[in-house]
């Protein structure tokens, strides 16, 4: 399993998202229990082709941040460490947040801090957001079809290191923001490696190392970082 004393920049677990076939389906696993927080200026649906994204966070950011959907700007509602809810953006990309801020004058503006590119076809998105020190980092992982097709499962390495690994029969080596994805045989039960290793004084360490069923028409996605 992975030993944060070994590798400081991968935090903490590697969250496994089985994911449903349909964005109907998908709304189902939201985690966040919206009813104990103010929505009243919630980034919702305006039309069926928005951009549906859930935020993961690896810790909490303390300012708030705000989207730019159905003519105002609206606040993330983040559940650090965990998925949330999922928010709505009907522009076009790339998708930005901003924080609030003071021009010259000293007058109320939104001020962007970080945007993230998405291709005109995406409809289902997880947006990895984390800040360290002054600067935003983020990667948007496409949930569609597309993206991914059902008999498979796929890694997206979000962490800021290099990283290798054994995904079932595909193994590769990966820098920030690449995935590797392994399909399989729908028609078979089967269990599947899946390992991770990085560099730590120049000796290549195992981080991660489990074993998963793989059940039919399913995905599953593996986000690390």
């Keep these: 399993m992975h030993s944060p004393s070994l590798i400081p920049f991968l935090l903490g677990f590697i969250c496994v998202l089985p994911l449903a076939a349909t964005a109907s389906d998908a709304d189902l696993m939201r ?28 810790s909490a950011i303390s300012e708030e941040l705000f989207v730019y959907q159905a003519g105002d700007y609206r606040k993330l509602q983040p559940a650090p460490e965990s998925l949330s809810a999922t928010h709505y953006y009907s522009g076009s990309s790339p998708l930005t947040f901003f924080r609030e801020g003071v021009d010259e004058e ?22 990895y957001l984390q800040k360290r020190g002054e600067q935003y980092r983020t990667f948007l992982v496409d949930l569609g079809l597309n993206a991914q097709p059902m008999g498979s499962a796929r890694f997206m390495n979000l962490s800021p290191a290099n990283l290798m690994v054994l995904l079932h029969e595909e193994r590769s ?42 059940r039919g028409e399913m995905r599953i996605l593996f986000l690390g970082y």
Aim: avoid cysteine.
């Design 31 to 58: 985690p966040a229990d919206m009813e104990s927080q103010d929505v009243s200026d919630f980034p919702a649906m305006s039309s069926p082709d928005d951009l549906g994204f859930m935020l993961l966070l690896p």
């Design 106 to 127: 000293g007058r109320p503006v939104f001020l962007p801090v970080v945007s993230t590119e998405f291709s005109s076809d995406t409809r289902d998105a997880v947006v």
């Design 173 to 214: 080596a990966l820098s920030p923001g690449e995935a590797l994805t392994a399909g399989f045989n729908t028609d078979e039960k089967t269990h599947f490696n899946f390992k991770v290793g990085a560099m730590y004084e120049d000796e290549a360490r195992v981080i991660f190392s489990n074993r998963y069923p793989f």
